[in-house]
């Protein structure tokens, strides 16, 4: 396994930079690009959401991720299916395709990708991991799948910060996003892998 990274090369202008970077494993080669906004870049105008329309967001998103917590992905023995099913009622709520890729048996790659206005341009990429580590029931105040939520708001279950948190923050910006009648010129795909 390794990584090459090329240092930052200038295309054309000077404001317009990409950093490739190209990570070999096995069959997999992928090339990540980070490029700037050009400063001509055409503003797109968002509709603001209404108090009641926020609120009813923020409580979906919640929802979602304490249900994304109470799916028992425990590494390194981990049954994918509950995560993907999961991934695929997100990827219909936000009209988004989904894509199931099995490279190993029993560990999918599940993308969702939301289409940018001009496709054909580098796309982004977001990944996050479905599986979390192993818990120990016992040192535990709230069941580690129970995705509980205290008088402060609080939750509590395993996953909520590694990684399961990033995954949810991707789909909710997009359904804030789209919302909002927002739509990005690149292509963004958001991956859930497996663990390794």
């Not at 560990?107 to 977001?126: A, F, M």
Request: charged share 25%.
């Amino acid at each position: 396994m390794g990584a090459v990274v090329n240092p930052t090369q200038s295309f054309a202008s000077p404001e317009f930079t990409i950093l490739r970077i190209r990570l070999n494993l096995q069959i997999i080669d992928i090339e990540f690009y980070s490029i700037p906004i050009r400063k001509k870049t055409k503003t797109r105008k968002m509709s603001s959401l209404s108090a009641d329309q926020k609120q009813a967001l923020d409580t979906q998103a919640v929802n979602n991720f304490r249900e994304y917590l109470q799916i028992p992905s425990v590494h390194p023995d981990v049954n994918y299916d509950a995560c993907v099913k999961f991934l695929e009622k997100q990827a219909k709520s936000l009209g988004l395709p989904i894509k199931i890729v099995t490279i190993t048996t029993g560990k999918p790659i599940v993308i969702l990708s939301w289409i940018g206005e001009e496709p054909e341009l580098p796309t982004i990429l977001l990944n996050s991991h479905m599986d979390v580590v192993p818990v120990f029931e016992e040192k535990w105040t709230y069941g580690p799948f129970s995705a509980h939520v205290d008088d402060k708001e609080n939750i509590y279950a395993r996953g909520t910060q590694d990684m399961k948190s990033v995954g949810i923050q991707y789909l909710e910006a997009v359904r804030r996003l789209k919302q909002q009648g927002i739509k990005l010129r690149r292509t963004v795909h958001i991956s859930f892998v497996p663990g390794i």
